[in-house]
Nanobody, 123 residues
Framework: QVQLVESGGGLVQTGGSLRLSCVAS????????VGWFRQAAGKEREFVAA????????YYTDSVKGRFTISRDNAKNTVYLQMNLLKPEDTAVYYC????????????????WGQGTQVTVSS
């Protein structure tokens, strides 16, 4: 059973940066596609970014393109989300999720989820 643990969230001012980490255990991490999702208060969980087993292929939702970068270090069983130029609308709980096979933007197609980490961007 794969377990995912996120860290790196916090409070930051508009224009600031944070780097989230997602550490996996209990399974063959290099065979997993990993996505980051977020859920703001009162809203549905939404796709943010994803990375395939090999980090050559990455995907982003339009609102974070050019500001966020997803990467992975398979030797450390870790996926990162570097978030720059943060905006108040980026405030949410951020979750990482993993699945065997190709990554998708759909929350229903991921098999494993972390507990989430809060990101708050003040104006």
């Amino acid at each position: 059973q794969v377990q995912l643990v996120e860290s790196g969230g916090g409070l930051v001012q508009t224009g600031g940066s944070l780097r989230l980490s997602c550490v996996a255990s209990g399974g063959p991490f290099s065979s997993l596609g990993v996505g980051w999702f977020r859920q703001a208060a009162g809203k549905e969980r939404e796709f943010v970014a994803a990375i395939r087993r090999t980090e050559r292929s990455t995907y982003y939702t339009d609102s974070v393109k050019g500001r966020f970068t997803i990467s992975r270090d398979n030797a450390k069983n870790t996926v990162y989300l570097q978030m720059n130029l943060l905006k108040p609308e980026d405030t949410a709980v951020y979750y990482c999720a993993a699945r065997v096979g190709l990554v998708t933007v759909s929350t229903t197609e991921y098999d494993y989820w972390g507990q989430g980490t809060q990101v708050t961007v003040s104006s």
